[in-house]
């Protein structure tokens, strides 16, 4: 018996999308950290509830916002929110246009309406970076009408069977803000930690197969050692983030490891003891 999220997948893979959108497709490759937070999110995504992915930077959120597009064959329009953010950038803008020799106005769709009507995606990336007055223009595409009144055109939107909302924050971050009750209650809300152990041995191998293995050992060691002063409180979330140790273990293959971690980790912390401490703790496995 074919299962919901298989059910789903055939259902998505079937509707054919232009080649243009087939470039939109994430490539995956999403290492979920215990053996359901995948399937749970897809099976959010398959009954069509928008998903809240909550983690520190570098985790993985996006990976798994491109994986979920991957397993669908379902195109990604994305938003990268900030203070700046508009109705504007959300849904689209009045442009004039010249034809035949006469100019007209029309509107140039944004990523919201785009998404809805094709079935794409919508991956909301910082989410709580972006101004409370700006989102509620989406409250009716995020609750059960999955609908939208352009208030530019008059035009009703209604979406596409296949349409889903992704969105992604880092509580506490310098510049978020709490999301407001009314938008948080639209969506299911998952949190995304990092990845360690054997998962992590698992991915270091995958991306450098090739690599020292006394290098592989220093980074595998320190991101443990990152974890667990993360989990005292004696770092910042940042300081473990699995992203800036792939960034320490690229150029480690290139320069010496310490100038490395440096680069990629230390240097991107605030706190002046933050950044001794992070070097202490890789020195600690440098023989």
């Known amino acids: 018996m074919i299962d919901l999220i298989e059910k789903e997948q055939m259902i998505r893979r079937s509707r054919s999308h232009s080649e243009e959108d087939q470039q939109l497709i994430g490539a995956g490759g999403?290492?979920?950290p215990n053996e359901y937070l995948l399937n749970d999110v897809l099976i959010a995504v398959t009954l069509k509830k928008?998903?809240?992915?909550?983690?520190p930077t570098g985790a993985g959120k996006t990976k798994l916002a491109e994986t979920v597009?991957?397993?669908?064959?379902?195109?990604?329009?994305?938003?990268?929110?900030?203070?700046?953010?508009?109705?504007?950038?959300?849904?689209?803008?009045?442009?004039?246009?010249?034809?035949?020799?006469?100019?007209?106005?029309?509107?140039?769709?944004?990523?919201?309406?785009?998404?809805?009507?094709?079935?794409?995606?919508?991956y909301i990336d910082e989410i709580n970076m972006a101004k409370s007055e700006t989102l509620p223009i989406l409250h009716s595409v995020l609750d059960y009408?999955?609908?939208?009144?352009?208030p530019y055109t008059g035009e009703v939107i209604n979406a596409?069977?296949?349409?889903?909302?992704?969105?992604?924050?880092?509580?506490?971050?310098?510049?978020?803000?709490?999301?407001?009750?009314?938008?948080?209650?639209?969506f299911i809300?998952?949190?995304?930690?990092?990845?360690?152990?054997?998962?992590?041995?698992?991915?270091?191998?995958?991306?450098?197969?090739?690599?020292?293995?006394?290098?592989?050992?220093?980074?595998?060691?320190?991101?443990?050692?990152?974890?667990?002063?993360?989990?005292?409180?004696?770092l910042s979330e940042e300081a473990a983030s699995i992203r800036s140790l792939q960034y320490a273990m690229e150029l480690a293959l290139y320069i010496d490891p310490m100038?490395?971690?440096?680069?990629?980790?230390?240097?991107?912390?605030e706190d002046e003891q933050e950044k001794r401490l992070v070097l202490e703790l890789a020195s600690s496995w440098i023989k």
């Open 30 to 32: 999403y290492l979920s």
């Open 145 to 150: 009408r999955r609908m939208l009144t352009n």
């Open 50 to 55: 928008p998903v809240l992915l909550k983690g």
């Open 69 to 122: 597009s991957q397993y669908f064959s379902q195109p990604v329009q994305s938003i990268n929110c900030s203070v700046d953010l508009d109705a504007e950038a959300l849904l689209g803008f009045k442009t004039i246009v010249a034809k035949d020799g006469l100019n007209s106005i029309e509107f140039v769709e944004g990523p919201v309406i785009e998404a809805m009507k094709k079935g794409h995606i919508l």
């Open 259 to 269: 100038r490395a971690i440096n680069y990629a980790i230390a240097e991107k912390l």
């Open 160 to 186: 596409h069977p296949d349409f889903t909302v992704i969105s992604a924050i880092n509580e506490g971050y310098i510049g978020t803000t709490p999301m407001n009750e009314a938008l948080k209650n639209r």
């Open 189 to 234: 809300s998952f949190s995304i930690p990092y990845i360690s152990g054997d998962l992590l041995e698992n991915l270091w191998n995958d991306l450098f197969p090739t690599a020292p293995r006394q290098l592989h050992t220093l980074m595998l060691n320190l991101a443990e050692d990152l974890k667990e002063q993360v989990i005292q409180g004696l």
